[in-house]
């Protein structure tokens, strides 16, 4: 028994000691990952510093750049005149620097899209083909073009001789050929001042293929040249065509009778539904079903794993959306984040306001038997719309925001027109600019960033499960409330196409601009989920991943994708994260573009914990209240120089439409 007693206690204290000897080893591990861990913070630290450094220097080397190499800085205005061009490095923004971007649009030439686009051919020798192939190859926006287009180009460009001295492009003048050089030089110079000598085998110009723009520089032949040229229409036209026919091919095979759409046993991944003809459908478990037109359906992977369920499609018209249908009747709006409802309004009949002056491109309105309210008044020429055939845009314009009743967006109420202007009489939203703020603030931290997300999320789920894309998403177009609440603003840019309808038009702020409508591949609403993931990115570090010098080199920088970007330190890895997953080249893999749309970008990481319930029942506290004493307080708001520009002419005659 002693001997027992004895070999009892003998484990026990091997026991303990060998449990203390582990808890020891544990702390010492614990220990080294601590000093690891404080190595890493510190090599992290001193990585920054010198990452600052060199962007510093970089800076310095964007401002002076070399006698030899092309430069050209796009001027931009807070929409009542010039100001200091924009930071060249997106991480370079300080308050100062800090100004407002222009937006950029090509109204697209009228074409029927289901018609068949000619393109005239022109015969190159094979020695002029190979140098333009080659300088394409080689052009670093060009080279993102499928090698079909390309040859298509190339197929299309003309011949053009010129004799030493002659002026092929002129700072200024409206741009819209591309050119490639084959024999001789060209000089370029910018405000009388040389840049650089352009030799053979290069491309220049190529900013007017993309859309309607003046020249930034001046192309004089230094000796005879010959060059071969194409313009924005034909370029446009081969970009549109490729899109159309890659999509009649997808058709086809569809419509192909006796070819399998699914086949059993295969992972699900894609919803269906029937324009023409009829599916039919078989299963080792199933007799026969033939669907038929307007009807839809899925692998039942797709449905939660519930085999054999069987949904229905059908337009609504109550809600103009389409309404799915399952056999257990259950029933939803598609697009699943279909939620809002209608808010009632009030017509204003009455032309008798008083006019102060506002912050933007508005006067202020306030009835005169209330004046405990205030509108906005935005004031549009319209011989200045008429110039620049912006009729189109303007009547869109008042068609969306007329049905966008949404908390998250600017209301229109009404439009008035006269002989010289055009009158649309908005919601006033007294908090000011989220750019002013940003300005001022440099950045935001990720509270801050996710409530004005949040807003905008709630803003463009409402258009996109209307078939509208805005198309302009930027901080310069977000404006608070006396809430702080964010709304959208100015949609000039924004178009319904429908669901799952593309178009072509190229428009928005360069540094926005998702790269299917910088290559003309034809968008839809998932350009705005990249504007998204755009907005996010300046919000939390004070500028865009994506700047450059001129509009080209911006878009130049956006082709090569988001994973080429740096991301500073204050973006934590969430929100990086949900960025790029906005930020995908392929417009279908983006964040908001799936299946379960917007409600995937609100299950986000990032998002975790955020109350959507209190944002869209505005019962959350903004981060940022601005300080508003009355209806015609527009402190919050920055003056600018009253236009001095005389009346325009009546203009009636070019403007023929209902407004």
């Known amino acids: ?75 931009r205005t807070h929409r009542t005149g010039p100001i200091p061009a924009y930071p060249r490095h997106p991480h370079q923004l300080h308050q100062e620097q800090r100004v407002s971007r222009l937006a950029l649009a090509r109204f697209l030439f009228k074409t029927k899209l289901s018609g068949e686009i000619n393109i005239v051919a022109l015969c190159s020798p094979q020695r002029s083909r190979e140098l333009i192939q080659r300088a394409l190859l080689e052009n670093d926006f060009m080279k993102h073009l499928e090698m079909s287009q390309i040859l298509t180009i190339m197929d299309c460009m003309h011949p053009t001789m010129l004799v030493q001295g002659c002026c092929v492009i002129e700072e200024g003048d409206d741009g819209s050929l591309v050119y490639v050089l084959e024999e001789g030089r060209v000089e370029v110079t910018k405000d009388g001042k040389k840049l650089c000598t352009i030799e053979p085998g290069k491309v220049f110009g190529e900013l007017a293929i993309l859309y309607n723009c003046t020249r930034t520089a001046t192309v004089t032949a230094l000796t005879d040249i010959k060059l071969w040229a194409i313009d924005r229409q034909g370029f446009q036209t081969i970009m549109m065509r490729t899109g159309l026919i890659r999509h009649s091919q997808y058709m086809e095979f569809l419509r192909r009778d006796g070819d399998y759409i699914i086949r059993q046993g295969a992972t699900g991944d894609t919803f269906f539904i029937i324009s023409e003809g009829q599916v039919r459908m078989r299963g080792r478990q199933s007799n026969l079903d033939v669907i038929t037109q307007l009807d839809a359906f899925m692998p039942p992977q797709y449905v939660i794993n519930k085999p054999g369920r069987l949904l229905n499609a059908f337009s609504s018209a109550s809600n103009d959306k389409l309404c799915i249908k399952g056999t257990n009747g259950e029933s939803c709006l598609w697009p699943p984040y279909s939620r809002f409802k209608e808010i009632e309004f009030t017509k204003y009949e009455s032309r008798s306001f008083f006019l102060t002056i506002f912050a933007f491109p508005c006067v202020q309105v306030q009835l005169r038997n209330d004046h405990s309210r205030s509108f906005a008044m935005k004031v549009l020429k319209k011989r200045h719309i008429v110039d620049t055939s912006q009729q189109g845009h303007i009547l869109s314009e008042k068609r969306i925001m007329m049905e966008a009743h ?27 600019e989220l750019w002013t703020l940003l300005r001022d603030r440099g950045s935001f931290d990720d509270g801050t960033t996710r409530f004005y997300t949040s807003c905008v999320v709630e803003a463009l789920a409402f258009l996109h499960c209307r078939g509208i894309i805005y198309r302009d998403l930027k901080p310069e177009n977000i404006i608070l409330d006396h809430r702080g609440y964010a709304k959208l603003v100015d949609f000039g840019f924004a178009k319904k196409v429908g669901l799952g309808k593309k178009t072509w038009t190229f428009c928005g702020t360069p540094e926005y601009v998702a790269p299917e409508i910088i290559l003309n591949k034809g968008h839809d609403v998932s350009a705005d989920c990249w504007s998204l993931g755009i907005l996010i990115f300046e919000l939390l570090s004070g500028s865009p991943p994506f700047t450059g010098s001129d509009p080209m080199k911006t878009y130049n920088i956006i082709l090569r994708g988001i994973d080429m970007v740096e991301f500073p330190k204050k973006i934590n890895k969430s929100a990086a994260n949900l960025i790029k997953k906005l930020c995908r080249d392929n417009p279908s893999e983006r964040l908001g573009n799936q299946k379960n749309g917007v409600m995937d970008i609100q299950k986000h990481k990032w998002f975790e914990g955020f109350n959507w319930d209190g944002i869209q029942k505005g019962t959350l506290t903004a981060p940022f209240v601005p300080s508003v004493d009355g209806p015609l307080d527009t402190r919050n708001f920055e003056c600018f120089p009253d236009d001095n520009e005389e009346a325009p002419p009546d203009e009636e005659s070019g403007w023929d439409l209902e407004f």
């Open 1 to 75: 028994m002693c001997v027992c007693v004895t070999l009892v206690m003998l484990c026990s204290v091997w026991r303990m000691g060998t449990l203390r000897d582990l808890q020891f080893a544990l702390q010492t591990k614990i220990e080294e990952l601590r000093q690891r861990d404080a190595l890493i913070d510190e090599l992290e630290l001193e990585l920054d510093t010198k990452d600052d450094l060199i962007r510093q220097l970089q800076g310095e080397l964007d401002r002076h750049p070399p006698a030899n190499e092309k430069t050209s800085h796009i001027r």
């Open 406 to 432: 949404s908390p998250f967006i600017v209301r229109l109420y009404r439009t008035f027109r006269d002989a010289k202007y055009l009158y649309m009489l908005l919601e006033a939203c007294l908090g000011g």
